[in-house]
């Protein structure tokens, strides 16, 4: 699949562009919780079975215009985990509970963010929200990047999808993301600025639902 010209889409500030997009994160998220509840109430079981703690994990982003939310995701590490070393998470990082880590390899604990899409705070596609500290390393990036909503996929998504493994082994796990991986997905971030439209993000949202299942994006499809 061939990735559509950047001057065939409609532009990214168009009234039209984001009516339509909104309308169309709250039809496909309301209906993926409705059609996923059964398989939502699943994971909720097999989470408060294999580890204490609440079944929701809920940490505080940046969104569109510097506006602060709590972002949701099923809870993949042992209660208090925060407490017990870095906010970012190696692929062996023994604070991940054994059904925490099947749903990371499948995107599953990413799931309950369909609730803050349907809040508005996210949508479907769309630069990854960061977290208040990392967000201020690089401001007038994210100035720039914050004029959307952020979103469940996008770019860097596809490229970072096993960032855990990136991460594991060697000191200072922090350090390395500020150095190397979050720069990137600032990259990443802008290029989707300047790709957007209602196109581009349906082939996004496709690539996303392939990869999870084991395809890989097209070869240099906007992840290298």
Do not use: C
């Amino acid at each position: 699949m061939t990735a559509p010209q950047a001057d065939a889409l409609p532009a990214r500030a168009d009234v039209p562009y984001d009516v339509i997009k909104r309308a169309l994160d709250l039809l496909l998220s309301l209906a993926g919780l409705v059609v996923l509840a059964p398989s939502l109430a699943a994971i909720a079981i097999l989470i408060k079975l294999d580890s204490r703690g609440p079944v929701l994990f809920r940490q505080e982003r940046v969104g569109r215009r510097f506006r602060r939310f709590r972002i949701y995701k099923f809870r993949t590490m042992v209660a208090g985990a925060d407490r017990l070393g870095a906010a970012l998470t190696g692929e062996r990082d023994p604070r991940v509970t054994r059904v925490g880590r099947r749903l990371r390899h499948f995107k599953l604990d990413e799931l309950p963010q369909l609730f803050n899409v349907v809040a508005g705070d996210m949508s479907l596609v769309g630069p990854r929200p960061e977290v208040p500290r990392y967000v201020e390393h690089f401001r007038g990036d994210y100035e720039e990047i914050l004029t959307v909503r952020p979103g469940m996929t996008d770019l860097a998504s596809l490229k970072y999808r096993n960032e855990s493994a990136t991460l594991a082994g060697g000191p200072d796990v922090e350090a390395r993301y500020l150095a190397t991986i979050l720069p990137d997905k600032i990259r990443l971030g802008k290029e989707y600025l300047r790709r957007s439209g209602l196109g581009f993000d349906l082939q996004l949202v496709l690539f996303t639902m392939l990869a999870l299942v084991g395809f890989d994006p097209p070869e240099k499809w906007g992840t290298s």
